[in-house]
């Protein structure tokens, strides 16, 4: 049967078989430049997903502080605190949404999980929340302020309880 093969390769004109492994140097460039075009295509777009997943992120986890704000507000007074620079007022509204009292506690406190932590950031390459005076806003890369990083809220170990008392009531 080996010796039918050979002769039908032979007189075919063919390479024979054992030559008639892998591919030309044609093929692989053909393969290569592909996967180049494929690639070149793709990466940008990779890019623009991974932007818009973390403008995401900032975004729920903004959403998610005001609504604690918001439930605070219809719980107990309304928390009002003037911005100022730094990230103080940030930290005193963000503990006065974690701060639950034992011996009084308002429907629904705390407002924030026991994970939720509290990260300072004043670097301009990050997704920032800053307290304007009654609720969060935005701070996107690329503008100059302090606040809460929001790609840092959610923790993963659980935090201990502020003791100091929530943001007193406005007059």
Request: no cysteine; aromatic share 8%.
């Amino acid at each position: 049967m080996v010796a039918i093969m050979e002769l039908v390769t032979k007189k075919r004109g063919s390479v024979p078989s054992s030559r008639r492994q892998g591919f030309s140097l044609t093929e692989v460039l053909v393969v290569i430049a592909f996967l180049a075009i494929v690639a070149a295509v793709s990466i940008p777009q990779m890019i623009g997903v991974f932007t818009g997943s973390t403008l995401g992120s900032a975004t729920r986890n903004l959403n998610y502080l005001n609504g604690a704000v918001i439930a605070f507000n219809q719980s107990n007074w309304e928390l009002v605190l003037t911005s100022a620079d730094g990230s103080d007022d940030e930290r005193r509204i963000f503990d006065s949404l974690r701060y639950r009292d034992a011996a009084n506690p308002a429907p629904g406190s705390p407002y924030l999980p026991p994970t939720a932590t509290f990260v300072a950031s004043g670097s301009s390459e990050d997704y920032r929340a800053k307290w304007n005076g009654r609720m969060f806003e935005l701070l996107a890369p690329g503008t100059e302020g302090t606040g809460l990083d929001l790609m840092e809220i959610m923790g993963s170990t659980v935090q201990e309880a502020p003791t100091n008392a929530p943001v007193p009531p406005a007059s």
